[in-house]
C-alpha cells in the first residue's frame, strides 16, 4: 500500500472515529440497539460479527434498595467478547464508575481501513441489591446497548 493511501485511511479512520464519539451523527452509526437480557453464562449475538456473553458480575457496591447511601455505588460486569473471527477478549464495564462504555473494533489488529466499531454499554442489571440478602450470580439479568458505527 503507499504511503499516501496509507495516510487517508488513517485519516478516515480517525475522522469516523471522533464523529461517533462526539455523537455529532457524520459517521453513520446506527440507532443503539438493546440486547435481550441475558443471565450469567449466556450469549447473545448483534449483527453478523458481534458475541457478548455474560460472565458475571465481579463486584456489586450498588446501594442496596432499602438503605440511604452517601453515593449510587457501581456494578462492574465481565463480558466475553467476540468480533468476527478474532480471539474473543474479556472486559468489564461498570454501571456508575469508568469505564461505562467499551468501545471494540471490528478490524483485526494490523490491518488498515476505516473500521467498524461497536460500543457496548450496561442499560441494566438487575435486580438491585437489598440489604441483608446476598445475591447469587445466577440472580443477576443484563441488558446491554449496542451502537454501530461504520
Request: aromatic share 6%.
Amino acid at each position: 500500500m503507499k504511503r499516501r493511501e496509507w495516510i487517508k485511511s488513517l485519516t478516515m479512520a480517525g475522522i469516523g472515529a471522533s464523529a461517533f464519539l462526539a455523537g455529532s451523527g457524520q459517521a453513520s452509526a446506527k440507532d443503539p440497539f438493546s440486547l435481550p437480557l441475558l443471565g450469567v453464562g449466556e450469549s447473545s449475538r448483534f449483527d453478523d460479527g458481534l458475541k457478548v456473553t455474560f460472565l458475571a458480575v465481579k463486584n456489586d457496591s450498588r446501594c442496596p434498595i432499602n438503605a440511604r447511601c452517601i453515593s449510587a455505588g457501581d456494578a462492574e460486569v465481565l463480558l466475553r467478547i467476540r468480533v468476527g473471527s478474532q480471539r474473543p477478549r474479556i472486559v468489564a464495564v461498570h454501571t456508575n464508575y469508568k469505564p461505562r462504555v467499551v468501545v471494540i473494533s471490528a478490524l483485526p489488529p494490523g490491518a488498515v481501513g476505516i473500521p467498524k466499531s461497536y460500543s457496548i454499554e450496561i442499560d441494566t442489571l438487575t435486580p438491585q441489591p437489598y440489604a441483608g440478602k446476598k445475591l447469587r450470580q445466577s440472580d443477576y439479568r443484563l441488558a446491554l446497548t449496542i451502537s454501530v458505527a461504520v
